[in-house]
Every structure is written in structure tokens, then in C-alpha cells.
């Protein structure tokens, strides 16, 4: 079965400082990945996903992700973090039945930015 | 464009009590999801449907009914509230066969007390 893990509960960083988020998944065949962010008190939105081809893939926000098959790796990036990017981040891997997306979620990772 | 609509926002119930939660969406989706959000878990697929008319369990379905009598809607049902079911709770919709992105509502907070 698909799992997800997202080692860092909750990470602090400095307005305009860069920020990596981790995430390690374990899956036998080719995943579809994902990052949601939550913000407080609101739904997940989609932030990328990743499906094939370049392993190095843009979302909205100036965020990016890469697909690193030899570590099961997705981790999520930004070079320079805002007060706005403040939430609760999720990794997802996604297998289809029926033709229907279902997604297993990591643990979630909370960012606060100090100003 | 209202997207997934979830009533009600909060609710407290007392344990055993029933209650309903209602999913709506107006994007004419084919699947339709009900999650549960706990902290340091993410998310949990409780139930799924790839349809009108079909329901299918996920991952922890137990002590939760689900149906989708109409495509737009996709309801909850507790029909005897434990504690352990405080949660907060999101649906969400996907387009068509392989449609591989989901809009997610805002979530309804439930407390069993």
C-alpha cells in the first residue's frame, strides 16, 4: 500500500528566507504526486503535481517540486518565503480506481514566518 | 463559480446522536470524496464515489454511511456519533474518468461530545 511521510511537523523561517519542505513516499509503480497548502480555517488547494517527464516541476506561488525516483523523494521548494505562505502544507501520492484520483496525504507540515 | 459547498460549518453533537453532512458541487464532477482531517494524520479517505447512484469505502469508513442519490450532492451520515469521529471533515470533487486534480470544500467541524 501507498504511504506518505513528511518528517517535519512544523518548521520556522524567516520572511525571504528559502524553505524546503520534505516528503518521502513509498509506492511500487511510477506515483502521481502532489503538494496541497491549507490555510487556516480554509480547504486544500493545489500547489503542483507531477505525473511524468521533467522531474522538476513549477506550481502556483512561486513554489517547485522534484521528482527524485532513487530517494522516493518530492520535496518542495521556494526561494524566498513571504508572510502570505504561512499554512499547513500536505504531500499526497495518488493511484487511480474506477478511474477515480484517490490520495493518500502525508502528516502535514505547518510553516510560520517569523517576520 | 461556488465550487464545493459543504453544510453545515460546525456542529456539536453528544455521543449517539445521528446527523448529516451535505456536499455540494455545481463543476457537472463524476467523483465525489468525503475526508477527515485529525491532527498529525492529514487527511483520511473515508468514502468515495465515482458516480450517481455509487458509493465505495475508503480507507476508514466505519461508523459512517454515504449517498449520492443525486451528481451533485454527496452526503455524510453518522448515524450514532462517537467521540472518536471529532474530526474535521472535507469533501471534495474530481472532474471525469482519470481527472487528476480535486477541489476540496472548506470543511465542516464536527465535535462529539
Known amino acids: 500500500a501507498q504511504s506518505v511521510t513528511q518528517p517535519d511537523i512544523h518548521i520556522t523561517v524567516s520572511e525571504g528566507a528559502s524553505l524546503e519542505l520534505r516528503c518521502n513516499y513509498s509506492y511500487g509503480a511510477t506515483p502521481y504526486l502532489f503538494w496541497y497548502v491549507q490555510s487556516p480555517g480554509q480547504g486544500l488547494q493545489l500547489l503542483l503535481k507531477?505525473?511524468?517527464?521533467?522531474?522538476l516541476v513549477q506550481g502556483i506561488k512561486g513554489f517547485e517540486a522534484e521528482f527524485k525516483r532513487s530517494q522516493s523523494s518530492f520535496n518542495l521548494r521556494k526561494p524566498s518565503v513571504h508572510w502570505s505562505d504561512a499554512a499547513e502544507y500536505f504531500c499526497?501520492?495518488?493511484?487511480?480506481?474506477?478511474?477515480?484520483?484517490?490520495?493518500?496525504f502525508g502528516q502535514g507540515t505547518r510553516l510560520t514566518i517569523n517576520p | 463559480n461556488a465550487g464545493v459547498t459543504q453544510t453545515p460549518k460546525f456542529r456539536v453533537l453528544k455521543t449517539g446522536q445521528s446527523m448529516t453532512l451535505l456536499c455540494a458541487q455545481d463543476m457537472n464532477h463524476e467523483y465525489m470524496y468525503w475526508y477527515r482531517q485529525d491532527p498529525g494524520m492529514g487527511l483520511r479517505l473515508i468514502h468515495y464515489?465515482?458516480?450517481?447512484?455509487?458509493?465505495a469505502k475508503g480507507e476508514v469508513p466505519d461508523g459512517y454511511n454515504v449517498s449520492r442519490l443525486k451528481k451533485q450532492n454527496f452526503l455524510l451520515g453518522l448515524e450514532s456519533a462517537a467521540p472518536s469521529q471529532t474530526s474535521v471533515y472535507f469533501c471534495?470533487?474530481?472532474?471525469?474518468?482519470?481527472?487528476?486534480?480535486?477541489?476540496f470544500g472548506a470543511g465542516s467541524r464536527l465535535t462529539v461530545l
Open positions: 507531477y505525473f511524468s517527464g521533467d522531474t
Open positions: 464515489s465515482v458516480g450517481e447512484g455509487t458509493t
Open positions: 471534495a470533487s474530481a472532474g471525469g474518468y482519470g481527472a487528476n486534480v480535486l477541489t
Open positions: 499526497a501520492v495518488g493511484t487511480f480506481i474506477q478511474g477515480a484520483q484517490k490520495l493518500v
